[in-house]
């Protein structure tokens, strides 16, 4: 009895172990890293969580493997499937998008702060009786500057801030807002990535955003932090992203990614970090923004307004406009707030070869508080018009 006992034990502890063991790719890697904490991670996951653990560990940072804890990559696994299956929208999000844009603690190469729980309660809260995802992104879109307390501001400390930063200072870069908006989307099982330029085709600065995939639409649309009054896919950037190159690492827009690719994405931060892995999306901008290009004979004015404070800065500030053709008004608009990405622009498009007078009217009629006279040339594709507020 006692030899079958343990002959029976023999047979049965190989099935018990392949069970448990890790898929190849992972095991190399843990090899590779000699990690304690990855193979802790891997063994205390519960086996329904298992395959987001193992995409997680298998396409994480190297840097990320070296340093995370158990605990952390525990719990980060375990939030996202609580949310996954508690939010209405959950069951609809396919896996291989729950896994890549979902399941991640981080997008860049931001802090890796613990944000999930924290998170999970402020945004579930304001999603509330969402039934839809695109009914709680709205929500969350709309109160996220509000709750976190953070605007953006250049006088942040780094553009790639991790989100508890940026809302211990109140100020962020585009890039550290497009942080923020990811972690909280993801929080409740809404898909989210950044995407971005390193430089625009045809002005200085680079830009980064968000894209969320919507079970109603099955297909990436993008947002921002500060979201355009139209809606999903609608915004200031798509006249520029519409000039991207694709393939080009300066000019192309990348979205974001978790699972490994060919490309990297392009922080302009840190030009020599390939570490995040993206795909090329500069295509879809192209299509999107087909109709925002300057046609032929068409100059494109980019207007905005600042005061010169006492310390020599110079503070934007959002006052209508009219572009005039002396008595005649032919165009109006509202230059961007001091809270607006330092290349998004008051842009209105007029013919080349007239001369124009672009006015901050005042309260006599006779007496604007700023004017400046152009006249486009048939080079000018763009000019770019700062008027002073005295």
């Excluded at 839809?132 to 307390?149: D, H, M, P, Y």
């Excluded at 892995?277 to 300057?294: N, S, W």
């Excluded at 404070?309 to 230059?335: H, L, M, N």
Aim: proline residues 7%.
């Amino acid at each position: 009895m006692r030899f079958s006992l343990l002959a029976l034990c023999l047979l049965t502890a190989p099935l018990v172990a392949a069970d448990a063991s890790m898929p190849p790719a992972l095991a190399a890697r843990v090899e590779k890293m000699a990690s304690a904490e990855l193979k802790k991670a891997w063994e205390q996951c519960p086996a329904d969580q298992r395959p987001g653990m193992e995409f997680l560990l298998t396409h994480m940072p190297e840097k990320d493997a070296a340093s995370l804890k158990a605990d952390f990559l525990l719990e980060n696994v375990k939030l996202a499937y609580q949310a996954r299956n508690e939010m209405p929208w959950g069951k609809d999000i396919p896996e291989e998008i729950f896994f890549n844009d979902v399941l991640p603690y981080a997008v860049l190469d931001e802090t890796r702060d613990n944000w999930r729980a924290d998170f999970y309660q402020r945004f579930k809260k304001i999603a509330g009786d969402a039934t839809t995802a695109s009914q709680a992104l709205e929500r969350i879109n709309a109160a996220i500057a509000k709750e976190v307390g953070v605007e953006y501001n250049t006088k942040r400390r780094a553009p790639n801030q991790g989100p508890y930063e940026s809302m211990k200072l109140k100020m962020a870069s585009c890039t550290g807002l497009s942080i923020l908006l990811a972690d909280a989307l993801r929080s409740v099982g809404i898909p989210c990535r950044i995407a971005g330029t390193a430089m625009w085709t045809t002005k200085e600065g680079n830009h980064n955003w968000n894209e969320v995939w919507l079970p109603e639409h099955k297909r990436w649309l993008f947002t921002e932090y500060y979201p355009d009054k139209k809606g999903l896919d609608h915004g200031w950037l798509i006249a520029d992203a519409a000039r991207g190159i694709p393939g080009s690492l300066a000019h192309g827009v990348y979205a974001t990614s978790w699972q490994k690719t060919k490309q990297h994405f392009p922080m302009v931060w840190n030009m020599r970090d390939t570490s995040v892995p993206a795909v090329d999306v500069t295509q879809r901008y192209i299509e999107l923004g087909a109709k925002t290009m300057v046609k032929p004979g068409e100059c494109e004015l980019r207007i905005d307004a600042f005061f010169t404070q006492p310390d020599g800065s110079k503070k934007r500030e959002a006052v209508d406009i009219e572009v005039r053709q002396f008595d005649v008004v032919v165009a109006k608009g509202k230059t961007p707030a001091p809270t607006a990405d330092m290349n998004e622009f008051l842009s209105i498009r007029v013919p080349r070869g007239m001369r124009y007078q672009v006015v901050i009217p005042g309260e006599d009629p006779n007496r604007p508080r700023a004017l400046e006279s152009i006249a486009p040339q048939k080079k000018d594709e763009f000019l770019r018009i700062k008027l002073e507020l005295k």
